[in-house]
T-cell receptor, first 111, second 115 residues
């Protein structure tokens, strides 16, 4: 069973702080990694993708991938109350095109 | 969500009745997926399609069937609805190449209640 694990939280940070979200995966053949944001009652929205070891930055978001440790993380700098949502880690393994999701981490940014 | 629509948005149905949910895309993407989302379980794949008339099962396919007669439409049918199928159902589409996957785009979801 290919698994994606996330801390369910809730993770609470003050406005302006760095929020750090973590994810581990079990399938060593995984090649594509994604972070989705989901507001309450809404659909998941893709915010970051990463395919190679290292860091990838997009505005206030940085995704980090370490394939040797089977670890993916998302950093949100200068956190805003509007970042309050559930963040879903998702992984595609091997040659298939099916995303496996973690259960998500609820982030709350306090003004 | 641009390019992908689900219908209906909300539905209440009785136990034992058949229910069909529709996903329609205007992106001409090859891959389409049905997920359900439940508290404590996250998003779980029900069925997916990799082309017209080409479908396969996901991890929670029991009690569900799908059909894809056109590129743009992917239908999910609950053959005889049960209370355990009360959930939020999401359709997703993806454009992928052999070398890279670009992630999925999700529809707005269908909230289904089986009473």
């Amino acid at each position: 069973q290919k698994e994606v694990e996330q801390n369910s939280g809730p993770l609470s940070v003050p406005e302006g702080a760095i929020a750090s979200l973590n994810c581990t995966y079990s399938d060593r053949g995984s090649q594509s990694f994604f972070w989705y944001r989901q507001y309450s009652g809404k659909s998941p929205e893709l915010i970051m993708s990463i395919y190679s070891n290292g860091d990838k930055e997009d505005g206030r978001f940085t995704a980090q991938l370490n394939k040797a440790s089977q670890y993916v993380s998302l950093l949100i700098r200068d956190s805003q109350p509007s970042d309050s949502a559930t963040y879903l880690c998702a992984v595609i393994g091997g040659s298939n095109y099916k995303l496996t999701f973690g259960k998500g981490t609820l982030l709350t940014v306090n003004p | 969500d641009a390019g992908i629509t689900q219908s209906p948005r909300h539905k209440v149905t009785e136990t034992g009745t058949p229910v069909t949910l529709r996903c329609h895309q205007t992106e001409n993407h090859r891959y389409m997926y049905w997920y359900r989302q439940d508290p404590g379980h996250g998003l779980r794949l029900i069925h997916y399609s990799y082309g017209v008339k080409d479908t396969d099962k996901g991890e929670v396919s029991d009690g569900y069937s799908v059909s894809r007669s056109k590129t743009e439409d992917f239908l999910l049918t609950l053959e005889s609805a049960t209370s355990s199928q009360t959930s939020v159902y999401f359709c997703a589409i993806s454009e992928s190449s052999v070398s890279q996957n670009y992630g999925y785009t999700f529809g707005s979801g269908t909230r289904l209640t089986v009473v």
